[in-house]
């Protein structure tokens, strides 16, 4: 089945010049590159994009994680858009565990991802869970014209395209977040 995923070099892999080693691994596979971009994660992003986490106790380590406030202030992250057949397994097999220390040591975090002595997981990258959550954080991360193919449906009026439906389907995480940060 196609699927779509979104990958992000995290703070900590963009810090230790990892974003190359990791766009060479996805490349590797079959995956079809299909968005890239450079970007500044503010606390709205962070937010909306973790909203499911928004209950744990580690949800502000989290936001100062990947806006890069615990690298003094490196918050630019690359994220990318892949599609193809079977492209969660794929791409998280990849990654690895969440855990550095639980990840197969072939994989990027198992490779390159470490727990700081504070218990922070330093993963290196973010892997969309599933196909739903592949959508809804592609939409959320990127604009209909910065994806190469046409991967959802998406609407043009004055000149400007969004996302038919900027949210995507309900996701196993909830409906689209409303709320501000």
Known sequence: M???ILLIVKPDGMIKGLAGHVLRRF???DLKLVGAR???VTDQLAATHYHHLRDKPFFEELIHFITGRLYA???SVLAFAYTGEDAVRKARAIAGATNPEEADYRSIRGSFGRVTTKGVFENVVHVSSDAIEGEREIKLWFHPEEITVDLFPAI???GQSAWADPGGPKT???PWPQEKV
């Open 73 to 75: 202030g490196q918050g």
């Open 27 to 29: 490349e590797e596979t």
């Open 156 to 158: 043009s009026a004055g």
């Open 2 to 4: 196609t699927e779509s």
């Open 172 to 174: 196993r995480t909830g």
């Open 38 to 40: 450079l970007a500044k």
